[in-house]
Structure formats: C-alpha cells, structure tokens
C-alpha cells in the first residue's frame, strides 16, 4: 500500500460498453491502474453491457459483497438511448452524492468546456458501499480519479474524506 493514501480501501471496477472488450477497455485499465498506484485493491473488474438488469446485478452483487468498499463504473453516462447507467445506479442509492457529479462537470469543464453537460457522472451509497459512475472517456476517468477520487478516498487526506465515513456508513 502507497503511504500516502493511509487506509487502503478495495474497489471494484465496472466498464459499462456494448462494444468493449479487456483488450480495448482503456477507460477500465485507467481506472484500474490509478487505484492500484494509490495503493488500493481491486477485488474485480467486469464489462457489463448497456442494460439496466444486468448493471443492476453486477451492482447489487457487489453492494452485498463485504469486500467492496467502492464500486467505480466508466460508460453509459451520456444522452443517448443506449445510456442508462446513470438510472441503473440512481435507482439502488439510499443516499445520493449530489456533488460528486457537478464537481466533476466542473473539472470536467476545464478540459471539454461545454461539452461536459453530456454528461450525467452520479455519485451515491448503498448498504454501505460507495457509488460512482463516471464517462466512457479515459479523460473523464483521468479527472474524476485524479481531480476527487485520489483525494476522497485518501485516509490522510485533509480536512475529511470518502474512507474516515466507511465506518458509519450503516449507522441507524
């Protein structure tokens, strides 16, 4: 584990694509690349396709599983027909994280401009897991991991963060 991300936290890794495979997943690979350099740990990575029940069965898979602190989803974010993996997601939060997504619209922004309002990045919890969904671009994945995830789910990072939560994530 990398000393600067404190607590290591483990993650599991989702591509949503009808097209990707785990030769062509770059936005997957940058993901999983990024975590493991913090010093996190990648229980799984799975490409899913661009279906509501079968995102829902892979999230809910892993909200169950104990070893799964955080699930990060790359595609199916935009405005098109196929792109459903923000209501997928949306659906199982019992907590949103609103600002997740317009922070990333913001540092999104300072690559893609106004392009960035194609994009639906969501953020929430369920039964104690972390919820992130973000574009298919490995840029996007690159801002979100290295502009909010790096950080957030850092233990030392200052003044607070995503793993000094996990404990009461389930408190009534």
């Not at 493991?36 to 995102?55: L, M, S, T």
């Not at 401009?113 to 840029?139: C, E, H, M, Y």
Request: hydrophobic content about 40%; proline content about 4%.
């Amino acid at each position: 584990m990398d000393a600067k991300a404190g607590k290591s936290v483990n993650i599991a890794i989702m591509t949503v694509s009808d097209t990707r495979t785990e030769e062509d997943d770059k936005s997957g690979k940058t993901l999983v690349d990024r975590a493991k350099a913090a010093g996190h740990n990648v229980v799984d990575k799975q490409i899913v396709k661009d279906e509501v029940p079968i995102i829902q069965s892979t999230l809910k898979k892993w909200i169950a599983d104990s070893r799964v602190d955080v699930v990060i989803a790359t595609g199916g974010t935009g405005v098109t027909g196929r792109d459903v993996t923000p209501e997928a997601f949306e659906a199982l939060y019992e907590k949103s994280i609103p600002g997740f997504g317009e922070l990333f619209r913001w540092l999104s922004y300072q690559n893609i401009k106004t392009s960035t309002i194609q994009s639906r990045a969501t953020g929430g919890v369920a039964n104690g897991t972390f919820l992130f969904a973000l574009p298919g671009s490995t840029g996007a994945c690159k801002d979100a991991w290295d502009g909010i995830l790096v950080h957030q789910l850092n233990s030392n990072n200052p003044p607070c963060n995503l793993v000094e939560l996990m404990p009461r994530l389930l408190e009534k």
